[in-house]
Every structure is written in C-alpha cells, then in structure tokens.
C-alpha cells in the first residue's frame, strides 16, 4: 500500500491566488515527520516546510503553511498569493520513526501559475 | 554552503555494463540515501545507509548494490544495466535528527540504451 498518496497530479492556479496540495499518508507509528519538498524545472530539490506528529500547531513558513490534520492522516500544503515562481512539481514526504533514517516520498503534483 | 555532489549530471551506458554511480557530502551526515526518480512515480527509495559501511535496502533495490566505505561518499553501483534502469537518480544526505531535511545533489539523468 502507499504510504504518501498525493491525487492531484497537475494543476493551475491563478497568480495571487492561493493553492492547497493535498497529501494522506499511512502509519502505524506515533512519532513521524512530514516534509514538503519543491523541484522546479531546474531539478534541485528544495525543501518548503517540516510538521512533526506530536507538533501542536500547524507549520508555516513564509507563505508556505501545513495544514496537519492528523486523525486524518492528512499533511496538506497551502500556498498563499501564488507566483509565477510557484511553477514546480511539488512533493510531500514522510519519516517514520523518532529519528529514523528513511524519507518515503509521494508521487508529487504539478503546478502551473498562470499569469 | 552545505554540499551533496554527484559525479556526473548525464549519463549515457549500454545494456549489460556495469554502472558506478557517486555521490560525496561535505557535512558529516550520518545518513546517505539513493533514489530514483520517474515520472508519475515520484521519488522511490533504493539504498540508504546511516554508518560507514552500514546499508539497508529501500522499497526497489533489485539490480541495484552500494559501497559506503568513507562517511562522505556514498556508491550507487549498477551491476548489469538494463534499458529500465533508465531514470534520473538523486542522492541525499541528512543528519541523524528528527526534524532533518533531506539534502540532496543535483541528480544524474542515466540513460541505458
């Protein structure tokens, strides 16, 4: 079974809008971290955001924002007053474990800005 | 600047040679990673390693191996490549703490013909 399912394979977003990306993920354990990544078309892997499962508040970074909904099991990513930018494919990813070792990533979504 | 370089940027084998892919860090991470990436499959996981000379399979390791035998670098090693092996492969690296982003190199696009 998929640990990481992102359904939206591609989308477009108006610039200056906002977007959510949405993530579910599957573990049995207590203790894990949920990780956005950015690939523009460059290639280079850029990290966004981090919500650890015993963080209290939802994550944020600049207009990057975690929506953690964790009897949900869901990790979604919200951008704000989208940018041309913002063009990229977008990847959520999960470590299981206290420490662990092991980031297991989702199949990712495309997003397209339109001016 | 944190630093996960990757010898070759492109690549292009033939069927049944064997492949050396490599991969050096600069921060003393404990944990070095190997994935592959295609289209519609995201980032699918290979090989990690978490000690010099440590290693432990990732969910598609088949017709893959690996050599850490320094903590910097880290070898993705092809035995015998094959047309589906071609993908682009990214290596990373992270520090052994929970919170830790993955760092990773800038990818090597292997082609097999």
């Known amino acids: 079974a998929q640990k990481i399912t992102q359904t939206q394979p591609g989308m477009f977003v108006q610039e200056k809008e906002a977007v959510t990306l949405d993530c579910t993920y599957d573990?049995?354990?207590?203790?894990?971290?949920l990780f956005w990544y950015k690939q523009p078309s460059s290639g280079e892997m850029i990290f966004l955001i981090y919500q650890g499962s015993y963080d209290e508040q939802n994550a944020t970074e600049g207009r990057y924002s975690l929506n953690f909904q964790k009897a949900r099991k869901s990790a979604n990513l919200v951008i704000s007053a989208s940018q041309l930018g913002d063009s990229a494919m977008y990847f959520c990813a999960m470590r299981e474990g206290a420490a662990g070792n092991k980031l297991t990533f989702g199949g990712g979504t495309r997003v397209l800005v339109k001016p | 600047d944190v630093k996960v370089t990757q010898s070759s940027r492109y690549l292009v084998k033939r069927t049944g040679e064997k492949v050396f892919l490599e991969c050096v860090q600069d921060m003393d991470h404990e944990n070095m990673f190997w994935y592959r990436q295609d289209p519609g499959l995201g980032l699918r996981l290979i090989y990690f390693?978490?000690?010099?000379?440590?290693?432990e399979k990732g969910d598609i390791p088949e017709g893959y191996s690996v050599s850490r035998e320094k903590k910097e670098r880290f070898s993705l090693i092809l035995e015998s490549a094959s047309t589906n092996q071609t993908s682009m492969y990214l290596c990373?690296?992270?520090?052994?703490?929970?919170?830790?982003?993955?760092?990773f190199g800038s990818g090597t696009q292997l082609s097999v013909l």
């Open positions: 573990t049995s354990d207590q203790s894990y971290g």
């Open positions: 390693s978490y000690d010099v000379k440590m290693k």
């Open positions: 990373a690296s992270r520090a052994w703490v929970a919170n830790e982003k993955l760092f």
